[in-house]
């Protein structure tokens, strides 16, 4: 399954921890790509460092207009999973959405736009109560991936990790 994610919504500027937190989040649960507006170009230099660092190639496209990016996505086969908390509860929905081929999972900053709660193929509700985009989007990762995203092998990094009951084990790649 391709996994994407969008976030959008109002007064991401300021929000850059937890912009950086769904990005990062969104590329330890699977995902391939975070796309973004107004958002601190750092966050991209952040995400580069992580991925050579611990590998893989999950990318950040700062994009003008997220509608545009929206429209283009469902031409492109992409069905549209908006996680809100007014949406049908994911212990419901979760075996459809694991069907899917091409997911775009939209997460909100502040104010959501109705017309996103109409375009989306799937509103899903992680509970019925208001939460975090950063929650929200790892539990709805890992649902629909079921947790196979953490057996997946993340290649090309300088470093990895070698889980272990205690302390840390971590392979250093780049020594001889
Ligand atoms: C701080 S919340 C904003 C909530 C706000 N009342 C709204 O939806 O307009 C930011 C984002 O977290 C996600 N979120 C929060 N609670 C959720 C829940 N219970 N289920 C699914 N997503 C949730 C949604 O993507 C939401 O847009």
Redesign the pocket.
């Known amino acids: 399954m391709k996994i994407e994610v969008l976030r959008i ?1 109002q007064r991401l500027v300021r929000d850059d921890r937890v912009t950086t937190h769904v990005a990062l989040v969104s590329r330890a649960f699977g995902a391939s790509k975070i796309l973004m507006y107004d958002a601190n170009p750092e966050i991209k230099d952040t995400v580069a460092k992580v991925n050579k660092m611990w590998g893989g190639r999950f990318e950040v496209e700062i994009i003008e207009e997220w509608r545009k990016v929206l429209r283009a996505k469902k031409s492109d086969s992409y069905k549209v999973v ?6 049908e509860d994911i212990n419901a929905v979760q075996e459809l959405l694991r069907k899917e081929d091409k997911i775009l999972v ?7 736009p109705r017309e996103v709660y109409d375009e989306a193929d799937y509103n ?10 950063i929650a ?1 989007l790892a539990i709805l990762l890992d649902r629909i991936q079921d947790g196979v995203q953490f057996q997946r092998k993340v290649s090309g990094g300088r470093r990895e990790i070698v889980p272990t009951k205690k302390g840390k084990r971590v392979i250093d790649k780049t020594s001889p």
């Open positions: 919504g908006h996680l809100t908390m007014y949406g939209v997460v909100g900053a502040e104010k959501v899903v509700a992680v509970g019925s109560q208001p939460h975090s985009e929200a």
